[in-house]
């Protein structure tokens, strides 16, 4: 089966900006912006305020122009200004979204990152990082709660010829008893990412540690490993995307590692799937062509399931037992026609139509978010309660 | 008590180029360059040759002068030229001594990394790094052997009161028996670098990997934790040191959470540490003031071992069951007083001396190579071996 898959959710990562609209940007910029989070040790900026701005200050004494890539939609990122101690600075020409967002610098005409902050690996390249702190960041944060590892594996890969990595969440209280076995949620990377997004970026483990404290989630095991998402160049299509080597990995070669290495319930009932973007079209193509082996999927701004997919794929009513789907509500936002959730129908009437039809189906908009990573760790709060629930 | 550091190993970092000296450049330069491993996937700059020559490419066309800090030593590293094209291109005066090397760029006056290579921590802050291939890169190679995992963990800390981050390597068998227990090495990193950069730039995981499927090191556990050694001013000095903070959160809460959260052998005979240049001080300082808990010792390029020591520490002929030291054969190679080694006695006669005194003192040069991480590689491939030795 050749998956038909839609190039507009390419778009619609172009589309993001992290930005609110220029009309927001009126009130007055407080002067109490503080060093973002992810920035190197003991660097000064980038700074984010109260608001949402972000400030940024680059040494380039001898440039002739900076550029921020970072900024109001449609503005072309923040221009900067030289000072006269050398130093470029800018503020953003309004508040930008909560949460995480990518950057890079342009200066002089070549693309760097900011050396004040950490890097990121998003658009098919390590990237600058910023985190405008979210009202809702306490899901997130690291607490003085007990926390679950995360392992570095390395897979025999077959069909690759190579061993492959992957990276592993096993829950806090995983190994003390070595007869509890666990779960398991295969995650998937968007476009333009790789297998160490969903922590880093996403903070996937803080969030289960979080939940699993305040019992809210089973706990399991969560695989995140590299989707080879990353040979579809940008805006050229998703025609020619072949799910094959990417299932074959998956399917043949690391769920039997996992199964085998780890303490897993290796049954159907107990794995799951879900993705971000072009990870949620990867998820709806392997686990619809593999309900034999998943029971629980998640599509985070990627894809929908219609009842055309139902009617199409046997024994779906009666296999899947959480169809999850969740969007920034800036995508969901966007006019008809010009992003992904319009492709293949509404999301929303999708996810009523399969409730209506007794599938237990979930729809969750993250608020004021786009297609970033805050729209992402909030649906992984979402969905992660909902699975396994024996 | 408080340990007298030797600041000379903060300048013999600041001395190591990773260049040879220029009198042995004059061979013809081989135009069979190729991107370096650790490039950003696609990216064809930085490249290599089979000399060891690095070439560079940067994109900046309005930039007024383009540098980057790897080159022959004393030479201020290497400027590129800009190309029609308005590419900045340039190789290094002469072959780079083998393996791994931080560098950063200076565009117009700024600092930033090469947007072609990937990133790694050190000089405090997160550098571009190149590798030159190595006549013998075998013992670190990713093979189709067993492959341990690296699991990322959070440990509660109260004397910082934080959850503090190390990274713990358990060998390929771990977990499959339940009752097997195994030694462990706690293994630090240098100044200005954090506990991402024994893997990340040490490949120890391979080099352990690839150790234990030739049957050559007994399968123990390693942990990498920060040494939290970067509050100290590159240049000046350690005198203000104090290696208490650290002592404690080794000692009184990442010890007791490794051994209860991995199936670890807690005795001191299975107890081991080492570390390279500054984390070969704390190392020495912190094992023997814990001879209780610690068996075996490695300084690699961090100091020695001296009669003196011996003498001064009760119960060191009776307890330390391996005392190694390591350097790189251009830190030996400096003139005295010019580097770290002449400090506290020549390394080489101090090991010997130990070793006429009963001591089982071992003493290891890596050849041609200086204060860098090959050095490094090499020390732990000899160093592993001879831990745990029931």
């Known amino acids: 089966m050749k998956p038909v898959i839609n190039a507009l959710l390419f778009v619609s990562a172009a589309l993001a900006t992290g930005a609110l609209s220029s009309a927001q940007a009126a009130e007055p910029v407080k002067e109490d912006f503080k060093p973002s989070s992810l920035n190197q040790p003991g660097k000064e900026y980038p700074q984010v305020n109260s608001q949402g701005y972000a400030r940024f200050r680059i040494e380039a004494p001898k440039a002739s122009a900076v550029n921020v890539s970072l900024g109001l939609g449609g503005q072309g990122g923040t221009n900067l200004v030289k000072g006269e101690d050398g130093a470029w600075t800018g503020t953003t020409a309004g508040p930008m979204d909560e949460g995480f967002h990518y950057y890079h ?41 007990p926390h679950g590892h995360v392992q570095e594996i390395l897979f025999p890969s ?16 995983y190994g003390k008893n070595p007869n509890q076995r666990y779960p398991v949620l295969y995650l998937q990377h968007g476009w333009g990412e790789n297998e160490s997004a969903w922590n880093n970026q996403g903070h996937a483990n803080l969030i289960m540690d979080n ?23 940008f805006g050229s299509g998703l025609a020619n995307f072949d799910i094959k080597p990417f299932q074959t990995v998956l399917i043949d070669e690391l769920i039997p590692y996992v199964d085998a290495n780890f ?31 998943f029971s629980h999927i998640g599509l985070l701004s990627g894809g929908t399931f219609a009842m055309d997919d139902v009617n199409k794929t046997s024994g779906f009513k009666d296999k899947v037992k959480l169809a999850f789907v969740s969007y920034g509500s800036r995508e969901l936002d966007r006019p008809a026609g010009n992003g992904a959730p319009r492709q293949g129908g509404d999301p929303r009437e999708n996810a009523a139509a399969l409730k209506n039809a007794g599938i237990n189906s ?29």
Not at 128 to 144: C, M, R, T, V, W
Not at 217 to 226: D, K, L, N, Q
Not at 280 to 287: D, P, Q, S
């Open 263 to 293: 303490s897993t319930l290796s049954d159907r009932a107990h794995r799951a799937m879900a993705g971000l973007s072009m990870g949620g079209m990867e998820t709806k193509t392997i686990t619809l062509a593999n309900l034999d082996k």
């Open 211 to 233: 939940l699993i404290a305040a019992g809210k989630s089973r706990p399991f095991i969560i695989v995140m490993t590299y989707g080879m998402t990353n040979d579809i160049k």
């Open 105 to 145: 610098l342009t200066v002089d005409g070549g693309t760097f990152n900011d050396p004040g902050t950490a890097n990121f690996y998003g658009s098919v390249r390590w990237e600058s990082g910023i985190e405008i702190p979210a009202h809702d960041q306490d899901f997130y944060a690291l607490k003085n709660v």
């Open 362 to 390: 979930v729809f969750y908009v993250s608020p004021d978010t786009a297609h970033e990573f805050q729209s992402w760790r909030r649906s992984l709060r979402e969905f992660a309660p909902l699975l396994f629930k024996d």
């Open 158 to 173: 077959k069909s690759t010829g190579t061993s492959r990595r992957a990276f592993v969440y096993t829950p806090p209280d």
